[in-house]
């Protein structure tokens, strides 16, 4: 089985509900997320994916959804704030802990079509969560159009 592994990063604002704390209140953090894909098959470069692909698909998904934003659980009352006031924020029917938010940029991934078997989200120096799914596409190739965004995997 062939792996390989991709570093993106993102600044985020967030807050924890239900939790006793300091992480109940608002702050930020630069995190630092680890893209893992898996395929027993390689393509004719002898890539599992061409790391630009990775890049092209889920960075800008990140940086369109997630960089500088403030994720906020559905239940938190700070939502119809900041929406009545236009401020920027990204809704999770969760909790915005790490490791709802490496299942957020997983099953993304996983939509995206990439066979993505691991998301690891570093929120600071020292802490880490990931979240993990077996793999679930047939990998043969990966066709890329001009643009180089991955539009097959199968
Ligand atoms: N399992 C989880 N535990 C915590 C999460 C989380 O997402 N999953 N999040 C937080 C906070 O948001 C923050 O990421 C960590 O805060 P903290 O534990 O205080 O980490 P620091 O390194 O900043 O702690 P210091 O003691 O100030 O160095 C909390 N837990």
Known sequence: MYRVTREMK???GHRLINYEGKCRHLHGHNGRVLVTLESPTLDHRGMLIDF???KAVLQQWI???LDHNMLLCKDDPLVPILRERGERHY????????ENIARLIFERGREAGLPIVEVTLWETD???ASFQ????????D??????GRVVAYG
């Open 126 to 128: 020292t802490c880490h």
């Open 63 to 65: 940086d369109d959804t």
């Open 133 to 140: 799914g077996p793999l679930t596409i047939t990998a043969v």
């Open 10 to 12: 993102f600044c985020y």
């Open 52 to 54: 630009a692909d990775i």
């Open 91 to 98: 809704v999770m029917e969760t909790n915005p802990t790490a």
């Open 142 to 147: 990966v066709q890329a159009n001009a643009n």
